[in-house]
């Protein structure tokens, strides 16, 4: 089923004056989801799954965070948290004119999603995080990101370098998947070492307790065999959401390259969201 598609821009003042967000739209109408991508990874990544969810009847958008993608990459650290992350999407909401929508996120994504229901729990109507980031991956983290934020910020040629190289690379002549690994080495240093710096010194996620107060439905999907994005983290978040299923991907590969069963996954419990009538929600107070 051929769907629309339309690429918009939305402005945000995110400290460093006012900075430029891209998205995409598939398909129309009253039944959103916003789809966020992975650290350093470009919306084009979920284009397979939006396009999908859009041939069932939703309204999916497609968001580069700032420092991200198509969207502008201030190189200033104070502009980066997960937090931000959470109120540029309350932003493109308020953009779009959807009063609430399904928060969709793949790693930093799933992570950025629960700072939304955190932050505005009026404007989530369900969550699908794959892949949390939470207390198991810290040691695999700080040795996979570490060593990133340092070559940015002190061998700023490695990264630009590799920029140089990958960006004339046209991306319509390779496989999709090459061309969202050729996107996301297409960085500049200043910017990666910002989005890097702001995201370690900040906190990564809510925390537990305030996790167990999100109500909204929830689909967690979790991968095997990953020690960045450990099985054992989305278990536990699953577990911690009142109103969560787990979802055992069969890979870390399974919905990149065999995404049936997980589309389908994603798509029924979307439109089963929609279809109900919303969880009464609480905003927790912001207490210690």
């Known amino acids: 089923m051929l769907v629309s598609e339309r690429i918009g821009q939305l402005f945000v003042d995110a400290g460093s004056g006012r900075d430029r967000l891209e998205y995409t739209e598939y398909g129309a109408g009253e039944r959103w989801v916003v789809l966020l991508h992975g650290q350093l990874m470009p919306r084009r990544m979920h284009q397979p799954l939006a396009r999908a969810l859009a041939a069932e009847g939703l309204h999916v958008v497609t968001l580069d965070l700032l420092g ?5 990459r201030p190189a200033d650290p104070l502009v980066y948290s997960m937090s931000a992350f959470a109120e540029q999407v309350v932003a493109l909401l308020d953009h779009l004119g959807a009063p609430e929508a399904v ?3 793949t790693s930093l994504g799933a992570n950025v999603s629960l700072e939304v229901a955190d932050l505005a729990p009026d404007r ?6 794959e892949m949390p980031v939470l207390d198991n991956a810290v040691e695999a983290g700080i040795l996979a990101f570490a060593p990133l934020m340092f070559a940015a910020r002190f061998l700023p040629f490695t990264v630009d370098g590799l920029r140089l190289v990958t960006r004339p690379i046209p991306r319509g002549l390779v496989p999709f998947w090459a061309g969202i690994f050729l996107d996301t080495l297409d960085q500049r240093s200043a910017s990666v070492a910002a989005v890097v710096h702001g995201l370690f010194f900040g906190r990564i996620a809510p925390s537990s307790r305030r996790r167990r107060q999100i109500a909204v439905p929830a689909l967690v999907v979790g991968h095997p065999a990953d020690p960045i994005h450990p099985a054992a983290d989305a278990a536990m978040l699953a577990e911690e959401l009142p109103n969560a299923r787990f979802v055992r991907a069969r890979s870390i590969l399974e919905w990149r390259v065999a995404p049936e069963r997980l589309d389908h996954e994603a798509a029924a419990f979307a439109l089963e969201v929609w279809e109900t009538e919303p969880t009464r929600r609480r905003r927790p107070a912001r207490t210690t």
């Open 103 to 105: 928060i969709c996120g």
């Open 68 to 72: 991200h993608g198509r969207s502008d």
């Open 124 to 129: 989530v109507r369900g969550l699908i995080c």
